[in-house]
């Protein structure tokens, strides 16, 4: 059993930043990975960072160099600091973790419930 709970989504103007945070409860040590994706307006959902237990990253093309995922020391807390913000980047930002509960052969996912970034010129 794993729950995720988001912070950190806002307004700001085309250039600024935003540190998007999300926690995890539960069995924390069951995750596998997690991410964080976004679903612009009128468009479907995508993914834009994700972070393993081991560290290893992985970045959309479209935020290379400007967004950057990390955990925290107690390994249940994950931020994404955006940089450089644009209008694209303009969506409902959630949290995923992935895990494995005891016995099962495959991962599931946990969702947060979504953060608002709106960015303007």
């Known amino acids: 059993q794993v729950q995720v709970v988001e912070s950190g989504g806002g307004l700001v103007q085309a250039g600024g930043s935003l540190r998007l945070s999300c926690t995890a409860s539960?069995?924390?040590?069951?995750?596998?990975?997690m991410g964080w994706y976004r679903q612009p307006p009128g468009k479907q959902r995508e993914s834009v960072a994700t972070?393993?237990?081991?560290?290893?990253?992985n970045y959309a093309d479209s935020v290379k160099g400007r967004f950057t995922i990390s955990r925290d020391n107690a390994e249940n807390t994950v931020v994404l600091q955006m940089n450089s913000l644009k209008p694209e980047d303009t969506a409902v930002y959630y949290c995923?973790?992935?895990?494995?509960?005891?016995?099962?052969?495959?991962?599931?996912?946990?969702w947060g419930q979504g953060t608002q970034v709106t960015v303007s010129s």
């Open positions: 995923n973790a992935i895990h494995r509960p005891p016995g099962w052969p495959t991962t599931i996912g946990s």
């Open positions: 539960g069995r924390t040590n069951s995750i596998e990975a």
């Open positions: 972070i393993s237990s081991g560290g290893n990253t």
